[in-house]
């Protein structure tokens, strides 16, 4: 098993317990699962990461697909999207057109 992958399982653990999650508390639950060989670093950063997450939302809706979350406003708001990605790719193309417009290009 990676030492990611342990600290994530510690994670889930201290969710699971109510606990708050902390650099200091996935240490000792990995160190304490037999991980002594995981860089201090990790502990931090999962830490920082999962800070304010909801967990558990997280595990129920992996691999959901966006536009299932948003429900019926996502049906009613596509068209609009559909509209604003149009609207982008313009301004795209019209930002490419203009670097034409300084004399030179790159085998000049």
Known sequence: MSSELAIVYAALI??????????DKL???TKAAGFT?????????????????DI?????????PAAAVGG???ATGGAAAAEAAVEEEKK??????SDDDMGF????
């Open 105 to 108: 290009g790159l085998f000049d």
């Open 14 to 23: 201290l969710k699971d317990d109510n606990v708050e999650i902390s650099a």
């Open 72 to 74: 019926a406003s996502a």
């Open 37 to 53: 060989e995981i860089e201090p670093i990790w502990f931090s950063l999962y830490a920082k990461a999962l800070e304010g997450q």
């Open 56 to 64: 558990k939302e997280l595990v129920f809706n992996v691999g959901a």
């Open 27 to 29: 240490q000792a639950l």
């Open 92 to 97: 795209e193309e019209e930002k490419e057109e």
